[in-house]
């Protein structure tokens, strides 16, 4: 069955430091999404990107955070100059059908550790 | 409460019993989605319900979804020791694809 997955699975980091996480969707789906849990507390979504552009972004994803999709099979999260706060495990989910909403598919997650 | 609020927050049972957790919501919904997660790990996902449907199976698993009340239950039937997890809720709205997820349930089933 075909599975969204990440890398790295951990990464450490230190205060400052740009960090990118990958993601490799589902090779037919349309829709891609980044969320974060930080330890103990909800998921929380971040952006939502669609046609090679963001559809939607929540109030964590600042200008600290941008997404790409470099090529037919990455989507990336890039964290320009981490904080202590972004310290979380973020997952990549991906949808997909012309639908609107259908079932998001995660991605077992990566965690990031900023020091 | 917040949009997608489990109860309870946490729940412990012996291997063969049946498990119930709720969900309830604030605002309208498209979908309501059910998300596993073992500890640190990935979401999994169980089961999606649509605005207009009512009740759901999946193996041992049942949803049911309330729009008038703005509620759902998940229940596990006959628990594992495997089904031991945090169990998440997440709605979508009518427009747009972001999912918003509760607080979730801790189940420990006991062998």
């Known amino acids: 069955e075909p599975e969204v997955t990440q890398t790295p699975s951990h990464q450490v980091t230190q205060m400052g430091q740009e960090v990118i996480l990958r993601c490799v969707p589902i090779?037919?789906?349309?829709?891609f999404y980044w969320y974060r849990q930080i330890l103990g507390q909800k998921v929380e979504f971040l952006v939502s990107?669609?046609?090679?552009?963001?559809?939607?972004k929540s109030e964590i994803f600042d200008d600290q955070f941008s997404v790409e999709r470099p090529d037919g099979s990455n989507f990336t999260l890039k964290i320009r100059s981490t904080k202590l706060e972004d310290s979380a495990m973020y997952f990549c989910?991906?949808?997909?059908?012309?639908?609107?909403?259908?079932?998001?598919?995660f991605g077992p997650g990566t965690r990031l550790t900023v020091l | 409460s917040q949009q997608g609020e489990e109860d309870p927050q946490a729940l412990s049972i012996q291997e063969g019993e049946n498990a119930t957790m709720n969900c309830s919501y604030k605002t309208s919904i498209n979908n309501l989605q059910w998300y596993r997660q073992n500890s640190g790990r990935g979401l999994v996902h169980l089961i999606l319900i649509r605005s207009n449907e009512r009740e759901k199976h999946s193996g041992r698993l049942r949803v049911t979804l309330d729009t008038s009340k703005k509620s759902s239950s998940l229940l596990i039937t006959a628990s594992r020791a495997a089904d031991t997890a945090s169990y998440f809720c997440a709605t979508d709205p009518p427009a747009g694809n972001k999912l918003t997820f509760g607080g979730g349930t801790r189940v420990l089933v006991k062998p």
């Open positions: 989910a991906s949808n997909g059908l012309a639908g609107i909403t259908d079932t998001q598919y």
């Open positions: 090779s037919n789906h349309l829709y």
């Open positions: 990107f669609y046609n090679n552009e963001i559809s939607e």
